[in-house]
Antibody, heavy 120, light 112 residues
Framework: QVQLQESGPGLVKPSQTLSLTCTVSGGSISSGSYYWSWIRQPAGKGLEWIGRIYTSGSTNYNPSLKSRVTISVDTSKNQFSLKLSSVTAADTAVYYC????????????WGQGTLVTVSS | QSALTQPASVSGSPGQSITISCTGTSSDVGSYNLVSWYQQHPGKAPKLMIYEVSKRPSGVSNRFSGSKSGNTASLTISGLQAEDEADYYCCSYAGSSTSLYVFGTGTKVTVL
């Protein structure tokens, strides 16, 4: 059974960089069958796709966040990471990592989510 | 890329059937049979319920079914049960010219 677990600071100051890591267990992040993605959800609001990475390191980002987002992968640790720079209060949200089927583009396994609050 | 449009809320009595619509454009829902649906209970992560418009993952009840016509996808829950009360989100692949994935606005399902 694949499991994903987000980790990182729950509080980030405005203008700083948000950094989260997703640790994958029960399966290899190097599997060629999947992308690995970040999605966020502000309190009481809907889901927003942030970006995805393939085991090769190839990335795609939401154009609305592209200038501030970097997603990277560490296959030796079976982890992938999110960095979001120049954060504001609008970036306060629950951040989820998820596995994406490479052929059919659905999110089949999700982490439990981690709340990141942007505040001074 | 705008979010897909879903009704804010849908309700039904136990045993009834309800349908949630998800309206996009010819650039997303209308162009790809890559619509998926997610169920989210309060404080929990979303759970995949339907993928490729109408396919169910292993373990998902056959009371859940999906369809698509033109730019609108639909999720139908038949034999509504108390445990179905949750938020539901659709999602469509939208191609490389924009955000690859676009989610719906979300629908709160209430079991009366």
């Amino acid at each position: 059974q694949v499991q994903l677990q987000e980790s990182g600071p729950g509080l980030v100051k405005p203008s700083q960089t948000l950094s989260l890591t997703c640790t994958v267990s029960g399966g290899s992040i190097s599997s060629g069958s999947y992308y690995w993605s970040w999605i966020r959800q502000p309190a009481g609001k809907g889901l927003e796709w942030i970006g995805r990475i393939y085991t090769s390191g190839s990335t795609n980002y939401n154009p609305s966040l592209k200038s501030r987002v970097t997603i990277s992968v560490d296959t030796s640790k079976n982890q992938f990471s999110l960095k979001l720079s120049s954060v504001t209060a609008a970036d306060t949200a629950v951040y989820y990592c998820a596995r994406v089927d490479r052929n059919w583009y659905y999110f089949d396994y999700w982490g439990q989510g981690t709340l990141v609050t942007v505040s001074s | 890329q705008s979010a897909l449009t879903q009704p804010a809320s849908v309700s039904g009595s136990p045993g009834q059937s309800i349908t949630i619509s998800c309206t996009g454009t010819s650039s997303d829902v209308g162009s790809y049979n890559l619509v998926s649906w997610y169920q989210q209970h309060p404080g929990k992560a979303p759970k995949l319920m339907i993928y490729e418009v109408s396919k169910r993952p292993s373990g998902v009840s056959n009371r859940f079914s999906g369809s698509k016509s033109g730019n609108t996808a639909s999720l139908t829950i038949s034999g509504l049960q108390a445990e179905d009360e949750a938020d539901y989100y659709c999602c469509s692949y939208a191609g490389s010219s924009t955000s690859l994935y676009v989610f719906g606005t979300g629908t709160k399902v209430t079991v009366l």
